[in-house]
């Protein structure tokens, strides 16, 4: 579903531990995979396309697999004023109509896969549709459908995967009880992308780098990993897993007792 070298474990040779609200922890020797959804001509256009981005991704270090022996991202950041620390950075050189299309695909896959875990993604079965023809032709329709908005984690934290989310993502993420729109919210390897729904084109295009394609420039969100909601979410996931269901949580080699 989502490429395997991006969603790798924390300890190699050792199993995933996956939990979520209310579900109980199991034991996992592999990132998800649905053999259900494509025919081996689909699955040949999916390799294709996370084969680019995989290389795409780490090149313009949007990825931490892409970061060597670095703990923050080795690129410039330009900082916004009183924001919590948020910033900036801008990649150049990246095939934005080609990167939209791999995120598209990752869209596709979760919302035909029956998997439990994609099971916050659906959409209308004209939307489906659409989105299998953009992906099966390579057409990126960049400013019209689904625009996506890149946030890199921009310092090192723990190894972990998350299903895609539906969520409202606030149009200034330092500020609270503001406007909001909603996404849905894919994560691997350090780096969030926000797929909306719901959004003008008019804003869209106002936006301008701020979405994948739109421009030739992109321009990436950033915060670091401790401040972050994906820090808060996985501590949460992981309390919860530790307090209800300790006897299965030790029972998954590396994640009981040393």
Known sequence: MIPKALTYGAEKRLPFAQAGRDIAPIKRWDSWYDQRIVTQAGETILEAYDDWAIRELRS????????????TVPAKVMEIPNSGGWGVRKVTGIDGGRLRLFFLSLLWRAAVSEMPEFEEVRLHASDVRRLRNMVRDGDPNPSKRFPIALVQLSTIGAIHNLCPLQQRKPKQPWLKNGPSYPIFRFYFDGLIAHIHTEISEGEVEELGPMFVGNQEELAVSTIPFETSWQRGNLSELIREAETRWPERLAKIPGFGPN
């Open 60 to 71: 313009h270090h949007l990825v931490w697999s892409g970061w060597g022996q670095n703990k």
